[in-house]
């Protein structure tokens, strides 16, 4: 008869256990002579997306939250605004090098997104194709939708993707958007694919997008705190940061003929072309605003202090254009 100790059947069962991982905190198994395990968000993982399995006890496991801030609840400053003409559904502001909250109110709540959903449309393309690679237009880039914003493309017009973007996201052109996920991801339903799997890698699980462009349908919503996941993403890219904080772009690209088509168009966000000044300490960056009937007037934005620290905002369903400038403004005075 063998025996085998108590001991050695504990040891091996925990020798084999997947060890779970705080979201917001590390586990340092030693102190010394450890090696770093990094994890992504893994949605489908019922327990946690931060478990490993090792037998060296100087290993560490290292968070996916360890450098996002991590909104759990309302962090409010004041009496806030919930009906009337200055009133808004969600918002937050978020210091994005020292990941802490400064503002939060329904930063959960699913709501539609409009044209800030070319931050994600940019993020994908930037991460997927070359700057130069010439784009395409064909017949779904003809957008009929009363008052959806357009660059007027015809099918068999052509530019380069950095082209693209600038127009995509100075512009809000949604003929551009699609282009770009024609040319990119093959088809819109297929680019939209690439929006989803991107947003879900970076722990926006709150958010789902149908299309490159933000027009209405409500299969496509999104919350103040994944916009600011995701727009911390796009903001690692330096092309992304340097066309947000141009006040005007203007360009020439090719239609079908040969003949060469020019365009020029201003910034969307109020803040970069001076019609609204930010607090004397605060400079802004740039960002994307959306509008639609359904989703409200919206703004997600960069701005930087004077030490240099950054900060992403975002207003989400803001009863008018003021309203929403408004409280960005008013939670960029909470930055000291």
């Not at 918002?91 to 329904?106: E, F, H, I, R, T």
């Not at 809000?172 to 991801?185: K, L, T």
């Not at 919350?223 to 890219?237: R, S, V, W």
Request: with cysteine.
């Amino acid at each position: 008869m063998k025996c085998i100790s108590k001991f050695f059947t504990w040891h091996k069962l925990c020798r084999r256990q997947l060890v779970s991982v705080l979201m917001v905190m590390p586990i340092f198994l030693s102190a010394c002579g450890s090696k770093q395990f990094d994890y992504a968000f893994d949605i489908n993982n019922s327990q946690s997306a931060f478990r490993f399995e090792t037998s060296n006890a100087n290993d560490i496991a290292e968070s996916f939250a360890s450098d996002l801030a991590v909104v759990s609840e309302d962090v409010i400053a004041g009496e806030e605004v919930s009906t009337g003409e200055n009133s808004y559904a969600s918002a937050v502001l978020v210091n994005s090098d020292k990941n802490d909250v400064l503002y939060s109110k329904n930063a959960h709540a699913k709501l539609y997104p409009a044209s800030m959903t070319k931050v994600m449309t940019a993020l994908v393309a930037l991460e997927n194709c070359d700057k130069d690679k010439i784009l395409t237009a064909d017949m779904n880039c003809m957008i009929t939708e009363d008052g959806a914003q357009v660059a007027g493309l015809q099918v068999g017009d052509t530019m380069t993707l950095d082209q693209a973007l600038h127009i995509l996201l100075i512009y809000s052109a949604n003929d551009v958007a699609v282009m770009i996920a024609d040319n990119v991801g093959g088809s819109v339903e297929g680019f939209a694919d690439m929006m989803n799997a991107k947003a879900k890698a970076l722990g926006a699980t709150n958010t789902h997008f149908v299309n490159p462009h933000g027009l209405h349908d409500e299969k496509h919503y999104t919350t103040a705190y994944d916009m600011y996941l995701m727009f911390n993403a796009a903001c690692k890219y330096e092309e992304f940061t340097e066309i947000i904080n141009m006040s005007s772009y203007t360009t020439s690209y090719k239609h079908a003929s040969g003949t060469t088509a020019d365009f020029s168009c201003d910034n969307t966000n109020r803040f970069i072309t001076g019609k609204i000044y930010a607090p004397t300490n605060i400079t802004v960056m740039g960002g994307k605003t959306g509008t639609t009937l359904a989703a409200g007037a919206c703004l997600v934005m960069l701005s930087k202090d004077t030490k240099g620290d950054s900060y992403i905002s975002c207003v989400m369903k803001g009863k008018n254009i003021d309203a929403t400038y408004g409280k960005t403004k008013a939670m960029l005075e909470l930055i000291k």
